[in-house]
């Protein structure tokens, strides 16, 4: 079973309007780490935020926030005020404590493009 | 100062050779990883070592081998390439556990298999 779901394969935002990505996860530990990381066409991975699951506040990183609902098992990813160098494609990742905590999962991305 | 680096950053090979991508990270990590991205990109993990221990290893084709010399380093050597093998391989590394630090990933090394 998928343990990191993303349902939009492609999404478009106008050039400074807010976008949300999807990202829902699998697991029944109770600690684990939440990630979003960004691929832009040149193809390196970028890291942009990360949700601890004890974390109360939601995490924020500039422009990018990530709305996590425990409850749900949901941890999208909100960027503000799009810029054309936000179209990349972005992974949810998430990071269980099983084998020493270095289990990362990544989810299949979402392929971001913003509109001028 | 790059903080995870990989060599080469492309690789053309014919089927049936053997070759080998490395990585050096300068971060002190404990923890260095082994990741395949498809033609969809899909990431999947291939291989994490913790210290040069095998600690996870995929469903990976037994011709993939990862040698460790030490902690700062992560080798890939693949015998028999095969045109399923072209991918972007990408090594990343993080902090041990608890913390739960992010991964670092390198620049990832695009091979052709041909």
């Known amino acids: 079973a998928q343990k990191i779901t993303q349902t939009q394969p492609g999404m478009f935002v106008q050039e400074k309007e807010a976008v949300t990505l999807d990202c829902t996860y699998d697991t029944s530990d109770q600690s684990y780490g939440l990630f979003w990381y960004k691929q832009p066409s040149s193809g390196e991975m970028i890291f942009l935020i990360y949700?601890?699951?004890?974390?109360?506040q939601n995490a924020t990183e500039g422009r990018y926030s990530l709305n996590f609902q425990k409850a749900r098992k949901s941890a999208n990813l909100v960027i503000s005020a799009s810029q054309l160098g936000d179209s990349a494609m972005y992974f949810c990742?998430?990071?269980?404590?099983?084998?020493?905590?270095?289990?990362?999962?990544f989810g299949p991305g979402t392929r971001l493009s913003v509109l001028p | 100062d790059t903080a995870v680096s990989q060599t080469p950053k492309y690789l053309v090979t014919q089927m049936g050779n053997d070759k080998s991508i490395k990585c050096e990270q300068n971060l002190g990590h404990d923890t260095m990883y082994w990741y395949k991205q498809d033609s969809k990109k899909f990431l999947k993990i291939m291989f994490s070592y913790n210290n040069k221990e095998l600690i996870i290893n995929e469903t990976v084709p037994n011709r993939f081998s990862p040698k460790s010399p030490d902690k700062a380093h992560l080798n890939l050597h693949i015998n028999s390439l095969e045109l399923g093998d072209s991918a972007v391989y990408f090594c990343a590394s993080s902090p041990r556990g608890g913390g739960w630090g992010e991964q670092y990933f390198g620049p990832g090394t695009r091979l052709t298999v041909t």
């Open positions: 949700q601890g699951s004890y974390d109360e």
């Open positions: 990742a998430m990071r269980e404590a099983d084998n020493y905590g270095q289990n990362f999962v």
